[in-house]
């Protein structure tokens, strides 16, 4: 491969400049080249990836990035994508439009299966149209921490009495991460009002112990499986909380360096039963990009072997911690 070499990432349109931010400070190699909404394209001047390398790239603020082979139109795609050397039998294909309306069938113009879900290990030529007769392509490897839905877009199912966006939040991270949901398991949910991440799992099955001084929506009241502490996490103690907590989501309104800080001091109960959290990191100050390692580094020195930060599509300047063991 020739060393002039081009990598697109895309991203939550309007989060191009968090995007940047990150790509600044954990991988200087990358020269800014090309920027659409919710699409960028950066020259590589450090270390070549190839289609097996690829996925080293570990970008909060990505929900696709992968090597960049070319621009081409709906009638000439085929043929550009055979010329770029990608295995079209053999790779998995993925198309989506980022910001535009388009027609463009690549089922039909490749004559086989498109978005199917990517297992780890499989190679997924991505087909990105910009507009109605702009399409870019490029290829990225799947790895562990890499979505396996065409763009990280994925369909969950949300309610028409859905009480907030917490509910589409949590949903999607739950399908975009394969996180197991079992009837009964406890959830301790930080900062859970109105209640639309309780919400949701509720619906799942399990329960909820929601912590927010702010009120709920009447509806988890009338729910056996929640209960409401109106206390501030700052406040709480050990003694406040229930035994055999299973997992903790939390998305306060409160520095993350402080919040992460009083969800962990809290979390020391559960050292025997719990199985992971769900941390949620406002990007308020741009200096919190350069805080995302260090993030990740208190969750390690907690006990935490797996952990992923990452945006989901519902996410705005925000994006989430998820630590398991």
């Not at 996490?233 to 406040?240: A, F, G, K, M, P």
């Not at 990009?289 to 072997?305: A, T, V």
């Amino acid at each position: 491969m020739s060393q002039q070499q081009f990598i697109f990432i895309c991203t939550n349109p309007g989060n191009e400049i968090l995007l940047k931010e990150e790509v600044k400070n954990f991988y200087p190699e990358f020269t800014f080249s090309f920027s659409k909404k919710g699409f960028v394209t950066f020259k590589n001047t450090g270390v070549v990836y190839d289609l097996k390398t690829i996925s080293q790239l570990q970008l909060t603020f990505a929900t696709r990035c992968g090597i960049f082979y070319g621009k081409s139109k709906p009638e000439t795609i085929v043929e550009d994508v055979k010329s770029s050397g990608l295995d079209i039998e053999n790779f998995m294909i993925h198309s989506f439009a980022i910001g535009c309306e388009t027609d463009f069938d690549a089922e039909a113009v490749f004559g086989r299966e498109v978005n199917a879900y990517s297992a780890e290990g499989k190679t997924v030529i991505d087909l990105i149209s910009l507009g109605p007769d702009e399409i870019w392509f490029g290829a990225h490897s799947v790895a562990s921490g890499c979505t396996r839905y065409p763009n990280s877009m994925v369909e969950v199912d949300v309610p028409e009495n859905a009480v907030s966006k917490g509910y589409l939040k949590l949903a999607q991270i739950v399908k975009l991460y394969a996180v197991k949901l079992f009837k009964g398991d406890l959830w301790l949910d930080f900062g859970c009002a109105p209640g639309g991440a309780s919400q949701f799992l509720l619906n799942e099955g399990c329960k909820v112990v929601g912590i927010d001084p702010a009120k709920n929506d009447p509806s988890l009241a009338n729910n056996k499986n929640f209960s409401h502490i109106k206390r501030s996490v700052q406040d709480l103690s050990h003694e406040d909380l229930p035994e055999e907590v299973r997992w903790i989501h939390a998305d306060i309104n409160i520095n993350p360096k402080q919040s992460i800080k009083e969800v962990l001091r809290l979390a020391k109960k559960y050292n025997r039963t719990l199985k992971g959290v769900i941390f949620t990191v406002q990007v308020v100050k741009m200096e919190y990009i350069e805080n995302i390692e260090s993030f990740e580094d208190q969750f390690y020195d907690w006990g935490f072997n797996n952990i992923i930060s990452r945006q989901v599509p519902s996410h705005k300047k925000e994006y989430i911690i998820l630590a398991t063991r």
